[in-house]
């Protein structure tokens, strides 16, 4: 999956995701691994981390009708409660699964409504990127490359949504600022 143009991110290295190869050994740091590592909900990590809710921005939800594989796409910022950008998300979900569980998050982060609707899930993390994104880096005030992912949640072993997501390096701040 890419990101529109607006959005093209250039990765500079990425690690395919299987069974076989997901130790990393010292290639991320740590701290990046447990973010990016994480088959938990995200936002509810960040929640953890800043102590507030944490809110989406959409920047544009699209469907994409066609005669076979109708579906939805989703772009968003993942934002505190100040407005700090902390991601930036694309999702797409087939028609098929949005229509069925009635959870095409709008206006909330896609893991609290899966914990809202009592949707038992899986994530398949595919791979693991870095790279640069110049969009990005605007938004998240940062001239270096950035960390993403790219996931797939399964519901009763059927695709829910794939999901993209690079993160801003003010995430590495939560760290700091949190009392383990």
Known sequence: MNTNFRYKFHKVFFLPINTNTYCIGNVIPIVWELILKSDGSFTQNLNSLTGQLIQVEILSLYNNIK??????????????????????????????MKTNLFILPTDQPIGQSLIQFKVDIHKDIHELFYGYCQCLEKHFNYNEPMWGRKYTLYHEHKQLATVQEIFSPQILKLFHSTTL
């Open 67 to 96: 005669a076979e594989n109708d579906y939805t796409i989703r772009e968003v910022w993942i934002k505190d409660q100040q407005g700090n950008k902390l991601a930036f998300a694309k999702s797409i979900w087939p028609y098929n």
